[in-house]
């Protein structure tokens, strides 16, 4: 898989919702690299999609990201299915790769990433803002995105390839979130 390219690439972030949020393992750290590549998606021109599974029984997307849904390319799907697949098509440029954070890792993280890929995008999942209820869970997900063709990263592997080059003149600016 090449280099992750800020006009190429479409940031989704699955289901983080208010009924969701308190029931994942490590939900802090998920919503800080979340925030991060939320905050560096709007300074690359990253568009981003937010889903939302069942939003009247999951509540809405949690409001620690709420701030960050008025990116103006911010868009927010509902879906009733665990893949996200065919609400995040309709908003993706054709050659776009799809980097995927949320959760859970195991169930819509996973499904919609395999969906994805058998449409023929180019899928990376973000290892540290993705979350499940377990460790195995997340684990067992990883493992299996990864076994199946979807590429794992980092926050920080994310930020740095869409920034490219320390010359970026929103250098200063994205080393801030990594701090």
Request: a negative charge; one cysteine or more.
């Amino acid at each position: 898989m090449p280099r992750l390219i800020p006009s190429r690439s479409t940031l989704a972030v699955i289901d983080l919702q208010t009924r969701l949020i308190p029931a994942l393992l490590d939900a802090d750290v998920v919503l800080s690299n979340t925030r991060r590549l939320l905050a560096a998606a709007g300074m690359m021109g990253v568009p981003v999609v937010f889903t939302e599974q069942n939003p009247k029984g999951l509540g809405p997307t949690v409001p620690e990201l709420m701030p960050d849904l008025a990116l103006e390319s911010a868009v927010v799907a509902t879906k009733m299915a665990f893949d996200a697949t065919s609400v995040l098509a309709a908003h993706l440029p054709p050659d776009h790769a799809v980097i995927l954070a949320g959760c859970e890792a195991h169930v819509c993280v996973l499904q919609t990433a395999l969906g994805l890929m058998a449409m023929g995008r180019e899928v990376h999942v973000v290892e540290d803002a993705v979350g499940s209820r377990t460790a195995g869970n997340k684990a067992a997900g990883l493992r299996r995105l990864e076994r199946h063709g979807a590429d794992i990263i980092t926050t920080e592997m994310a930020v740095f390839e869409w920034m490219e080059s320390a010359t970026h003149p929103r250098f200063r600016d994205v080393i801030a979130l990594i701090r």
